[in-house]
């Protein structure tokens, strides 16, 4: 940038001829302000304009106008301007509303259904409420309901919170208060059901374990050796009054489905650790897959063949009526409600669960309570239990 001067001289026969040419290199190209979004914009009404960088600058010659871009509201629109370093101007704007449209958020401590028993003390968990325009508003929580942890019943506490802008915000968690005999008093439906756990144990099987246990509900446990080092889990199950099923050591279809050979070989790996943890041999089985399994099409008549040599040998093999969907989703309240409404339409329900899935310790509690307080029977299964089979694709 500059006032330039070119001289032209020339000298010829002592006559001396001079030309000045003025050349001023200058900037005259605006700078160009950009929004990543041209939407109208919600504001809160505590904004700060400094708080808005959504928006590049691109000059021909200067390359630091992002920090000089200076912000304003006039007549519902912002407006973004600047300036270069030789006076060109740029500007741009977007329409606004300013308004703090959405409501707080109200994050739940701990479970949205808690279970105790009568008598045990209450203590509340807590929750924390955040609001886009107003930040954290746990402070403004006001939490009403009580419980009264020696009468049986559910209890709803509510947690309600506002925000200057009138916007508010209510969760709710239910207290199930029971006692032992939780279920005893309720009149029978007839229903049972078989809940079923396979693939571990594993680190999260103790959760399962422990919920089954503060109910005194029996359950089944098709067991692999997947997961190193949970062995004596097996034990646990047993001694607890569970029932052992074999599913398979390996879990791994290529192998178990290669051959018949291949097939027993793994399943009789399987059993050898039961015998080592519990003393018993197991005559109840699930194949990886469930009997239905395509993924055995490598091997044409697998399936068909290994369900007939099972039941020669005395095997029982069991598949599922009911699918919680585990493996599809770590939402609890998905899979207790897939779980409850298949109970409510089967005379007989036999669960697919798998106790090697976080999620299943609060999905689990809500099945178990529905059941035992809807006249439903938790049964582990044994070799009398009403098969439910697929139909053999292979
Ligand atoms: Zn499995």
């Not at 504001?43 to 630091?64: G, W």
């Not at 500007?91 to 008598?119: C, F, H, R, S």
């Not at 925000?163 to 279920?183: A, E, F, L, M, V």
């Not at 009149?187 to 246990?213: E, H, M, Q, R, W």
Request: glycine content about 6%.
């Amino acid at each position: 940038m500059g006032t330039y001067n070119i001289n032209y001289s020339i000298n010829y026969k002592k006559i001396k001829k001079e030309y000045k040419l003025e050349t001023i290199v200058t900037d005259l190209e605006s700078p160009i302000i950009t929004l990543e979004n041209t939407n109208k914009k919600y504001i809160c009404p505590n904004y700060n304009l400094d708080d808005f960088k959504d928006y590049k600058v691109i000059d021909n010659y200067d390359t630091d106008l992002e920090n000089k871009v200076t912000k304003y509201i006039k007549d519902g629109k912002l407006y973004y301007t600047v300036e270069d370093s030789h006076g060109n101007k740029g500007e741009t704007n977007v329409d606004v509303e300013i308004a703090d449209k959405d409501a707080p958020n109200i994050i739940l401590n701990g479970y949205e259904d808690i279970y105790l028993l009568q008598g045990t003390e209450y203590k509340e968990p807590g929750v924390t409420a955040y609001d886009t325009c107003e930040g954290n508003l746990t402070s403004k929580i006001i939490i009403s309901g009580t419980v009264d942890v020696n009468k049986i019943g559910e209890y709803q506490i509510t947690y309600s919170v506002e925000d200057s802008s009138k916007n508010k915000q209510t969760k709710t968690r239910t207290i199930h208060i029971y006692n032992s005999s939780i279920g005893q008093d309720v009149k029978k439906n007839g229903k049972i059901v078989y809940l079923t756990f396979d693939d571990g144990p594993n680190a999260y099987t103790k959760n399962i374990l422990s919920i089954l246990d503060k109910y005194q509900v029996k359950a089944t446990f098709f067991v692999t050796n997947q997961f190193g080092g949970y062995q004596s889990l097996i034990k646990e199950m047993y001694e607890n009054g569970h029932s052992l099923a074999i599913h398979t050591y390996s879990h791994q279809y290529k192998n178990i489905y290669n051959s018949e050979e291949d097939y027993f070989n793994d399943l009789n790996k399987m059993d050898k650790i039961i015998f080592e943890q519990t003393g018993i041999h197991t005559k109840l089985v699930r194949f990886p897959g469930g009997s239905s399994n395509t993924i055995s099409k490598f091997n044409p008549g697998i399936m068909t063949r290994l369900s007939k040599l099972l039941n020669d040998k005395g095997y029982k093999y069991f598949d599922w009526n009911i699918d919680s969907g585990d493996t599809g989703t770590i939402n609890s309240n998905k899979i207790a409600n897939n779980v409850i409404n298949g109970m409510k339409s089967n005379k007989n329900s036999v669960v697919l669960m798998h106790d090697i899935k976080y999620a299943n310790k609060e999905a689990l509690e809500k099945i178990i309570y529905y059941g035992l307080t809807n006249g439903y029977t938790f049964l582990p299964l044994d070799e009398n239990s009403p098969t439910v089979h697929h139909s053999i694709n292979n």
